[in-house]
């Protein structure tokens, strides 16, 4: 929560700092404000206040009274009038994926109809393209999530210090503890890359 008495850009600048940017990240402003205190106070408030309400991605207000005021600070922002608990917590969960989901669901449901519905209506020897990559795309998969479950069991219970310990140098120590967890770790591309 910031409650606007010093700029916005203020925050933005702590949060983006060489200290922070790496454990956390603005994803999405809500402002939140009063109709009384849109029509007597904001407009004195000056420039402060002012940068929080352009950098909203989001504007909540107890009416639809002062939407004109609101638009002409920020007119990108979408303005919600007295959501329920709900619908903030919804907004505060929103992805900002975007179109990405909606995309990959297309992708994956034109290639399923390619490969299957329409598989007697396209040469075979395209036929035979998505098989081979139907079956490289099956076998990765089991390789893929064991290296991404991999990694984060390593980012989030070893610490940094260990791993630097470990295999920080260029010393036989480095080389034989990088040889012992390839015992443990599967040897694959699939399952190295999110692990490296």
């Known amino acids: 929560e910031w409650n606007g008495m010093v700029s916005f850009h203020q925050l933005e600048a702590l949060l983006y700092s060489d200290i922070l940017s790496h454990l956390v990240q ?50 990108e922002a979408k303005i919600i009038t007295a959501p329920t608990p709900e619908k903030v917590e919804q907004l505060c969960r929103n992805s900002t994926w975007g179109l990405i989901p909606n995309l990959l669901v297309i992708g994956i449901t034109t290639y399923i109809l390619l490969v299957t519905a329409f598989r007697h209506d396209i040469p075979y020897s395209i036929h035979q393209c998505f098989a081979i990559i139907t079956g490289l795309i099956i076998e990765a998969i089991p390789f893929l999530l064991l290296g991404t479950v991999g ?9 940094q210090r260990v791993l630097l310990k470990l295999l920080g140098d260029h010393s036989l120590k480095s080389y034989g503890a990088a040889m012992v967890s390839g015992f443990a770790l ?4 699939c399952a190295i890359i999110p692990l490296f």
């Not at 106070?41 to 989001?58: F, R």
């Not at 990694?151 to 610490?159: A, C, G, K, L, N």
Request: charge should be negative; include cysteine; proline fraction near 5%.
């Open 26 to 75: 603005v994803e999405k402003v809500l402002y939140i404000c009063t109709d009384q205190f849109v029509s007597t106070i904001l407009p004195g408030l000056g420039n402060d206040v002012m940068s929080q309400l352009y950098s909203a991605d989001c504007i909540i207000t107890e009416s639809n009274t002062h939407h004109a005021l609101l638009r002409t600070y920020n007119g």
């Open 151 to 159: 990694s984060t069991i390593i980012r989030y219970f070893v610490p």
């Open 186 to 189: 599967p040897i694959c591309d």
